[in-house]
């Protein structure tokens, strides 16, 4: 779930779904702060821990994320010195259309090891799929969380929030049909409350849609605890004092991190005047059609994805952990190029003109 804000955010920036600045960067916070609590459990448990591929591929989609929230950052800060602020927004979707695939690669491999080492009863290529699926959907259910507490409302996240839990019905039916197993208690809080949205008074009241949030976020917890487990209330049996006191301190340590963090960047926050997907492409208003090989955003990216197709090449001819770690290793390499080509052009821009005025 570490990755649900920022996998949101980017599918929202390539969607071309115009959000505020606000929520796109609560979203975008949410995942770096996330990372947070796993990476202090791992320092308190290093000695009893081992790193494995996955580990350093999710540590990668941690810097994306980080370098992708800095950006919007940067650029948030630059609205007054048009030039740089327009470098840095043409490299914010091209950012995304390579932050998205890697989330879902490292993911995806992350969830097959698993199948395959770890619970033989949820083989099958659907998985990623389902573990994806569930990321992104607590994705919105978190949104929404943040944005209760900010006491803002998002419409378009409501109704996105209400398609999508008819669509993980339907998942969660399917797996019952195909496995024969499925978690009760995670169906009704994934997505039978959801439904009391079409009610007015919860809708409209602040308390209602942050019941609904966190009733999402507790069911994908407990969908995760039976996916494990394969029993749907071993979590609540099984605990213990010192299970309730890591789960209670690895949530205070999000809670502190995200608030502080958030409060020595309100400034960024409060200004809602530019949207996720504000940039027109003609004064006037009309739409331009590319065709692919000509769209800015290709223009962008070609040279740096190549790059580092190029250097995930050479990394999986020297490591024999290829298969995970290529394409993240590959994917970090083309966000550096892509974050440099900004600071680039301007420094060509600023020799070409002082050599003018020569």
Known sequence: MSQAGILLSVFLLIMNVKIH?????????????????????????????????????????????????????????????????????????????????????????????????????????????????????????????????????????????????????????????????????????????????????????????LIVALSILLGVLLKVDFVINSNETILVSNLTFAHVSLLFAGLVLFIVFFLGVRYLLSRFFENDEILMGEESDTSDGEVQIYSPFSAPDFKVVRLPVLCGILTAVAFGYFTSDWIVLAGPFGAYVSCLLVCLQPFTHLVFFKKRRGGKSK
């Not at 609560?26 to 990476?39: D, G, M, N, Q, T």
């Not at 580990?55 to 980080?66: H, K, Q, W, Y």
């Not at 998985?127 to 209760?148: D, E, H, R, V, W």
């Not at 999508?164 to 499925?182: D, I, N, P, Q, R």
């Open 21 to 209: 600045r606000r929520t796109s960067l609560l979203l975008e916070l949410s995942s770096v702060c996330c990372l947070v609590v796993p990476f202090a459990y791992w320092l308190f448990y290093s000695d009893s821990i081992t790193v494995e591929g996955n580990a350093f591929g999710v540590g990668i989609v941690g810097f994306i994320s980080l370098l992708y929230f800095g950006t919007h950052l940067v650029s948030a800060d630059s609205a007054e010195d048009l030039t740089l602020c327009k470098e840095l927004s043409r490299i914010r979707r091209p950012l995304a259309w390579i932050t998205l695939p890697t989330v879902f690669w490292v993911f995806s491999t992350l969830s097959l090891d698993y199948t395959h080492a770890e619970n033989s009863l949820w083989h099958g290529a659907f998985f990623p799929l389902y573990a994806n699926a569930c990321i992104f959907y607590s994705g919105i259910a978190l949104l929404t969380a943040l944005l209760s507490f900010e006491n803002y409302y998002n419409r378009l996240m409501e109704k996105f929030l209400l398609l999508c839990s008819w669509f993980m019905a339907v998942f969660f039916l399917w797996v019952y049909f195909l496995k024969g197993e499925t978690n009760l208690i995670s169906f009704v809080f994934t997505c039978v409350v959801p439904q009391i949205l079409f009610v007015e008074a919860v809708r409209e009241n602040l308390w209602g849609r």
